[in-house]
C-alpha cells in the first residue's frame, strides 16, 4: 500500500447486506431507496421463474420479450413499398447517364451477396438471357466470363478493389487486391490451402469463373423458369410473387432479382413477417 496521509486499519469492512442476485449487493439504505415507490422499486426471482413456466406451458403472460419486441419493431410500410419503384427508375436513369452499373458495394454483407451479384452481372455482359444460359455449355460460360475479366480492366479493378477476389477457371489462380473479405481474418496470417478450403471460400466470397460454378448457376435458372412455367397463362391472380412479367421485364438478366430469389430458396432466407 502506498504511503498517504491516512491511517491503514488492516480491516475489511462488515455491514449488512442484501444479495439480490444478478443486481448485485445492496446496504440497507441502498435497497430502501431504490426500492421505494417510484424508483426501480423490486420484483423477486420467484415471480420471473413462474411467467418463464408459464410462457412454457402456452400461457399468456403477456410478458413475451419476443412478441414485444416484435411489435415495438417498424417493419416495411406501404409507403416505402409505393416509392421503391420511383428509387430504382432514377437509378437505372443515372447508370445510363453516367454509363456505370451499380452492381455491388461490399459494405451489406455478408460477402457471398456481392459475389453472386457479380458473377451474375458477368453473365448479363456477356449478353446471356436465361434461356441462353441453358443453351451454352458450362465451359462456354466460363471462357465468355473469363474474357471478359481479361479484357475490361475497369470491371475487374471495381470486383477486386472491394474485396472480392476473382477465382480463375483452372480453379489454381486467383486475382485479388490490397484486401480479401474471405477468408476471413481470425489471428493467423497463415491458412491452409486445401481443395476443401477453396471450395469453402469460393462459396462464401469469390468470384468463381470454374465451369463447375456455371453449371450451378444453369441449375439456379432452370429452378427459376420452372417456377415460371408453373404459373397458368391465363392467371392473373395475385397469388405469384414474381410472375412472367417480373421475370421478363426485358430480355436482359437481372442480377439483382435473381440473387434476391437465391437468398429465398438456396438460404432460405425468407421474411417470416411482414
Keep these: 500500500m502506498k504511503k498517504g496521509p491516512w491511517k491503514p486499519l488492516n480491516d475489511t469492512l462488515k455491514k449488512v447486506y442484501i444479495d439480490t442476485g444478478e443486481n448485485g449487493i445492496f446496504s440497507y439504505e441502498e435497497f430502501t431507496a431504490i426500492t421505494s415507490r417510484g424508483q426501480m422499486e423490486f420484483i423477486t426471482p420467484e415471480e420471473i421463474a413462474n411467467v418463464v413456466i408459464w410462457e412454457i406451458k402456452g400461457g399468456n403472460t403477456g410478458h413475451d420479450i419476443i412478441n414485444a419486441l416484435d411489435n415495438a419493431t417498424m417493419g416495411p410500410t406501404y409507403r416505402a413499398g409505393y416509392l421503391r419503384g420511383s428509387a430504382l427508375q432514377k437509378m437505372?436513369?443515372?447508370?445510363?447517364?453516367h454509363h456505370s452499373d451499380s452492381v455491388a458495394f461490399e459494405l451489406l454483407g455478408p460477402p457471398k451477396l456481392s459475389k453472386l451479384l457479380y458473377e451474375a452481372y458477368l453473365l448479363k455482359r456477356c449478353k446471356f438471357n436465361m434461356d441462353e444460359i441453358l443453351q451454352h455449355s458450362a465451359e462456354f460460360l466460363s471462357n465468355c466470363t473469363l474474357e471478359l475479366i481479361r479484357?475490361?480492366?475497369k470491371l475487374r479493378s471495381e470486383i477486386l478493389s472491394i474485396g472480392i477476389p476473382i477465382l480463375l477457371p483452372d480453379g489454381k489462380h486467383l486475382l485479388r487486391g490490397p484486401e480479401m473479405k474471405i477468408p476471413a481474418y481470425r489471428g493467423s496470417n497463415?491458412?491452409?490451402?486445401t481443395p476443401e478450403n477453396i471450395e469453402k471460400w469460393a462459396a462464401e466470397g469469390w468470384?468463381?469463373?470454374?465451369?463447375?460454378n456455371f453449371k450451378v448457376w444453369?441449375?439456379?435458372i432452370r429452378k427459376i423458369k420452372k417456377e415460371v412455367d408453373a404459373i397458368p397463362q391465363d392467371d392473373t391472380s395475385s397469388k405469384?410473387?414474381?410472375d412472367r412479367e417480373y421475370w421478363y421485364e426485358t430480355n436482359e438478366l437481372q442480377p439483382g432479382k435473381i440473387v434476391?430469389?437465391?437468398?429465398l430458396q438456396e438460404e432460405q432466407g425468407l421474411r417470416m413477417k411482414e
Design 92 to 97: 437505372l436513369r443515372l447508370q445510363k447517364e
Design 151 to 153: 479484357t475490361d480492366h
Design 190 to 193: 497463415e491458412l491452409e490451402i
Design 207 to 212: 468470384v468463381d469463373l470454374r465451369p463447375e
Design 218 to 220: 444453369q441449375e439456379r
Design 240 to 242: 405469384y410473387d414474381r
Design 260 to 263: 434476391g430469389w437465391l437468398f
